[in-house]
Structures are given as structure tokens and as C-alpha cells.
């Protein structure tokens, strides 16, 4: 495919920083699972054993923090919902059946990938707060048995809640052709953003 058919969706700092975070999540994911319940408790090899990864999962954590604070101010301003947003979501099953006829025109987002931004926006949100409650031993001996159990709960729930939102990005990301290769490569064709993002074509266009 030619250059001149081609749109740039997303820069090189953007994909460095996209699986940067998708790193880091991966690896809070694995080792958050092993500390979670005994029988992911092999998975704490993957960091170097249970006390390497102990000590690892919160550090970790507070980088995925700050390189998801970092990725997520560029795109906050192509993730407000309106009202095209919510006449999408209305059609949710035309968009599953493939019906692209009866939707409205999409921007650089549709409303089920800015839903999932603004999720994993409030779960990493708790996620870094309540796992800065509970990290051992900096400050979680500080606080209440009440309040770290607070923490702890809030830190699973969040958690369950990113991992589900991240399986569906997964599943989305390969069921629509040519979205991977856009965070791989940076670029779609013209045909991909006509297709799936008209209005965003269009104003990149002018």
C-alpha cells in the first residue's frame, strides 16, 4: 500500500507509550494475580520469586501510574462523550452484527473504546491509591486494619474491573483488521478511517 493511501493515527511516542503501559499492566497483572490467591503463586518466577515480586508489583505499579497519566492527557480530548456517543451505543447490536448503515458517524474514538478509557481512567485511578494504602511496609502500618481492609478490597475490585475492560480492548482490537497495526505501525489506510471513523476522517481531511 502507498504512502499517499495511508493516515497516521498515531505517532511513534504514542505506540512507545502504549506498550509501555501494556508492559507494565501485564506484569501487574501476573504478579498481582500470584500474591492475589496461592494458586497463581507460580507466577511470582516470572519477577524473580515471591520476594522479588513482593517487592517489584508496587513499584511497578507506580510507573504504569505515571506512564498511563501520561498517555491518557493526549488522548482525554478525543474521549468526550456526546451525543453521537450515546446514538452509537443505542446500536450496540448493529455495531456487533457488523450493520455499519444505522450508525452515526464515528471520531477518532467510538463510544465503546471512550466507555473503556474512562474506566480504566477511575481503576488505575484506585488502583495507584489503594495499593499505596497497602504497600508494606512504607504505608500500610501507618493506617487502620479498617481502612487497609477498605484498600484491599477496593484494589481487587478495580483490578477485576481494568483486567475485563483490557480483555475486551484485546478482543476488539483484533476483531476490527487493521486496528493492531495501527498502534504497531502508526498508521491505517484511508479505506479503515472512512470505514470506522468517518467523522474523524473527515476532519483530519479538511
Not at 91 to 112: C, E, F, M, R, T
Not at 143 to 151: D, H, Q, W
Request: proline fraction near 3%.
Amino acid at each position: 500500500m502507498s504512502k499517499s493511501q495511508l493516515i497516521e493515527r498515531y505517532s511513534a511516542p504514542e505506540r512507545r507509550n502504549h506498550w509501555a503501559v501494556a508492559i507494565s499492566f501485564i506484569l501487574l497483572v501476573l504478579s498481582g494475580l500470584a500474591l492475589f490467591h496461592p494458586a497463581f503463586f507460580f507466577l511470582t518466577n516470572l519477577l524473580g520469586g515471591a520476594v522479588w515480586a513482593r517487592i517489584l508489583h508496587p513499584f511497578i505499579g507506580v510507573i504504569l501510574f505515571a506512564l498511563f497519566v501520561y498517555m491518557a492527557r493526549g488522548f482525554a480530548q478525543y474521549n468526550h462523550i456526546n451525543d453521537n456517543d450515546r446514538k452509537w451505543m443505542k446500536h450496540i447490536k448493529d455495531v456487533i452484527s457488523n450493520k455499519d448503515d444505522k450508525l452515526p458517524a464515528v471520531g477518532k474514538y467510538n463510544a465503546g473504546q471512550k466507555y473503556l478509557f474512562w474506566t480504566l481512567v477511575v481503576c488505575i485511578s484506585v488502583l495507584f491509591v489503594s495499593g499505596i494504602m497497602i504497600w508494606q511496609p512504607y504505608f500500610a502500618s501507618r493506617l487502620p486494619v479498617t481502612l487497609l481492609r477498605i484498600g484491599v478490597l477496593l484494589h481487587a475490585l478495580s483490578a477485576f474491573v481494568a483486567i475485563a475492560g483490557i480483555m475486551v480492548h484485546i478482543y476488539a482490537a483484533i476483531w476490527v483488521k487493521g486496528s493492531i497495526r495501527a498502534m504497531t505501525r502508526g498508521f491505517v489506510s484511508k479505506a479503515w478511517a472512512k470505514h470506522h471513523h468517518a467523522a474523524w476522517y473527515k476532519e483530519i481531511s479538511k
